[in-house]
T-cell receptor, first 111, second 112 residues
Framework: DVKVTQSSRYLVKRTGEKVFLECVQDMDHENMFWYRQDPGLGLRLIYFSYDVKMKEKGDIPEGYSVSREKKERFSLILESASTNQTSMYLC??????????FGSGTRLTVV | QQQVKQSPQSLIVQKGGISIINCAYE??????FPWYQQFPGKGPALLIAIRPDVSEKKEGRFTISFNKSAKQFSLHIMDSQPGDSATYFC???????????FGRGTSLIVHP
């Protein structure tokens, strides 16, 4: 089974800082995704990538960018963190037929 | 635009009871309907999924019921246990796609 690892479980950053959230998968999958999870709003897709150096905007890309230099690694970048980006961030890849395997998440607090 | 409406937002059930979570969808192009289970501090994990050519799928205590004409599907957890306490997400995926449209989630608490 594929394993998705997010490097940080908890992060606290200051407003205006540049923030990097890292995600690594171990099965050489092409597709990788970044979601944010907020109470009452569910899972919202920020960006996804279907290959190295390829990226597509999801439903809420504003304020975020991504980087995929290697197939196993997909980074989410907050160029200038704001308090409304305080959230749980989840990375995922495709596993099996059409299911996702998620990482354990990074809970980001912007103060 | 919420294409998958999930209810209730929260649910409290006694141990041994039946938990029922409902979802309704609008997109008739959906052809795969997964459910995810998320424990606190963990990412969601695929629990069970159904295709619209069947009306029911059962795996252990978990059953999906699917009503294509009504564009509704539901998750039933029989003999609910405290270990089932989690957040549950339904989703729909269009044919040829791999990106789910998620419902907003249901927080289930099963009291011992």
């Amino acid at each position: 089974d594929v394993k998705v690892t997010q490097s940080s479980r908890y992060l606290v950053k200051r407003t205006g800082e540049k923030v990097f959230l890292e995600c690594v998968q171990d099965m050489d999958h092409e597709n990788m995704f970044w979601y944010r999870q907020d109470p009452g709003l569910g899972l919202r897709l920020i960006y996804f990538s279907y290959d190295v150096k390829m990226k597509e905007k999801g439903d809420i890309p504003e304020g975020y960018s991504v980087s995929r230099e290697k197939k196993e690694r997909f980074s989410l970048i907050l160029e200038s963190a704001s308090t409304n980006q305080t959230s749980m961030y989840l990375c995922a890849t495709i596993s099996g037929t059409r299911g996702y395997t998620f990482g354990s998440g990074t809970r980001l607090t912007v103060v | 635009q919420q294409q998958v409406k999930q209810s209730p937002q929260s649910l409290i059930v006694q141990k041994g009871g039946i938990s029922i979570i409902n979802c309704a969808y609008e997109n008739t192009a959906f052809d795969y309907f997964p459910w995810y289970q998320q424990f606190p501090g963990k990412g969601p994990a695929l629990l069970i999924a159904i295709r619209p050519d069947v009306s029911e799928k059962k795996e252990g205590r978990f059953t999906i019921s699917f009503n294509k004409s009504a564009k509704q599907f539901s998750l039933h957890i029989m003999d609910s246990q405290p270990g089932d306490s989690a957040t549950y997400f339904c989703a729909g995926i269009s044919g040829g796609s791999y990106i789910p449209t998620f419902g907003r989630g249901t927080s289930l608490i099963v009291h011992p």
